[in-house]
Structure formats: structure tokens, C-alpha cells
């Protein structure tokens, strides 16, 4: 195999780790942004207290509606928390995948450089 051939095999292994460069860094957005969201739920009644005073209803069904409320944001939270981690580890993984791909074909590349260099046939 000649130089020519050799670093046409070099330049398409570039290409690929650009493609590959992309890809992460896409990933790495879309990771940055499930951290950066807040899961939190704000209930704005803020609590039965805050209903009796401002909506004057009081009485054990507003205070039980109110924990029941309170109960049913929390649960949310929990599960868009743990949806979101769960997303978010799974990204780490594909990006450490991609990382671990590009650094195979980064070897290829070395390997490649070494075979052009002690090629005498151009």
C-alpha cells in the first residue's frame, strides 16, 4: 500500500473523529441541560394555613386535599428526578462509549502515521 492510499485512510479516520467530536459534544449539551433543570414543583397554595386565610375554606376535606396535593408533588418531583438522573447517566455512558471509540480510532491514526512513514512506495 502506498503514501497515497495510507493517508486516505488517515484523512478518513480524521473525519470520523470529527463526526465523532460532534456527536459528543451534542451530548454533552443535552447532558449540561438535564443538570442545570431544576425538578423542583412549587406548590403555590403554599399550605392549608394559606388556603383557610386567603379562599376562606377550612375544614378536615381542605386540609386533606392539601396534603393529598402535596403528596402528589412531591412523587412528581421524585420521578422527573429520578427520569432525569436516569437520562443523564445513560448520556455519560453513550459520551464515555464515543470517547473510548474516538480514542481507538486516534491509535489508527498513530499506527497509520507510523506505516506512511516506513513506506517507501509512494
Known amino acids: 500500500m502506498g503514501k497515497a492510499a495510507i ?10 473523529i470529527t463526526d465523532l467530536n460532534s ?9 449540561k441541560a438535564l443538570t442545570d433543570f431544576s425538578t423542583d414543583i412549587e406548590y ?3 399550605s392549608n394555613d394559606n ?7 377550612a375544614g378536615t376535606p381542605y386540609l386533606n386535599e392539601t396534603n393529598n396535593e402535596e403528596t402528589i408533588l412531591k412523587t412528581a418531583k421524585q420521578k422527573l428526578s429520578a427520569k432525569s438522573d436516569d437520562v443523564v447517566a445513560k448520556l455519560t455512558q453513550k459520551i464515555s462509549e464515543l470517547e473510548t471509540e474516538k480514542s481507538g480510532i486516534s491509535l489508527s491514526i498513530s499506527w497509520l502515521e507510523i ?3 516506513l513506506t517507501t512506495e509512494e
Open 51 to 57: 388556603i383557610e386565610t386567603t379562599y376562606y375554606l
Open 115 to 117: 506505516q506512511k512513514s
Open 44 to 46: 403555590v397554595l403554599t
Open 7 to 16: 493517508q486516505a485512510q488517515i484523512d478518513a479516520k480524521r473525519g470520523e
Open 23 to 31: 456527536q459528543i459534544s451534542r451530548l454533552e449539551g443535552c447532558k
